[in-house]
């Protein structure tokens, strides 16, 4: 079946560090794909999306691209900051009418000053 | 933007006990919403999806008599919790759907702790 697998946590960084979470998925066709950042005590809120092949998504510093050919979609930012502090969630959804999205397990992301 | 107003935030119940959780979508109509269930640290599992004037679909696992999930109008969805036990304590959250892929709205979910 259709399935994320996003890198364990924790991540631990220094302010200003570089930021990488790799995120790659298994599915029939062609899925859309998200981040979705969760801060401790609160539900999810969608970081970015991409929904066909190559593009790119890009939100408060954060990127991800889609890339077919590596069935990835790795999240990164240049510069993080101690607010970046949070867990992040890849997922996916199959494009069909009341699908839900599937999520990887999570990679919890701690930064330092 | 689309919301998804969640209620309770967090609720303390009696072992035995029912708890309703309600999730309504404040600007748009919710044709589906999905509820999900979060233990400490790990993901989301997927507990159910409703469709609005239908019964639920409930994943493998998940007992129907136990969570009891009603969509009675395209912008409010409940989860009863029934003769809730310790272990059902947890972190609730829904999600409505509003466009074939595109956009899922979260509430903020809810956190249940059965004493």
């Known amino acids: 079946g259709d399935s994320v697998t996003q890198m364990e946590g924790p991540v631990t960084l220094s302010e200003e560090a570089f930021l990488t979470i790799n995120c790659t998925y298994t599915?029939?066709?062609?899925?859309?794909l998200f981040w979705y950042v969760q801060y401790p005590g609160e539900g999810l809120q969608l970081l970015l999306k991409a929904t066909k092949a190559d593009d790119k998504g890009s939100n408060k510093g954060f990127e991800a691209t889609y890339r077919k050919e590596t069935t990835s979609f790795h999240l990164e930012k240049g510069s993080v900051q101690v607010s970046d502090s949070a867990v992040y969630f890849c997922a996916l959804t199959v494009n069909q009418a009341g699908t839900a999205l599937i999520f990887g397990k999570g990679t919890t992301l701690s930064v330092s000053s | 933007g689309a919301v998804v107003s969640q209620h309770p935030s967090w609720v303390i119940c009696k072992s035995g006990t029912s708890v309703k959780i309600e999730c309504r979508s404040l600007d748009f109509q919710a044709t589906t919403m999905f509820w999900y269930r979060q233990f400490p640290k790990q993901s989301l599992m997927l507990m159910a999806t409703?469709?609005?004037?239908?019964?639920?679909?409930?994943e493998q696992g998940v007992e129907k008599d136990k969570f009891l999930i009603n969509h009675a109008s395209l912008t409010l969805s409940t989860l009863t919790v029934t003769s809730a036990h310790p272990e059902d304590s947890s972190f609730y959250i829904c999600?409505?759907?509003?466009?074939?892929?595109?956009?899922?709205?979260f509430g903020s979910g809810t956190r249940l702790t059965v004493v």
């Open positions: 999600s409505a759907s509003h466009g074939t892929g595109a956009g899922y709205t």
């Open positions: 599915a029939t066709g062609y899925p859309s």
């Open positions: 409703s469709n609005e004037g239908s019964k639920a679909t409930y």
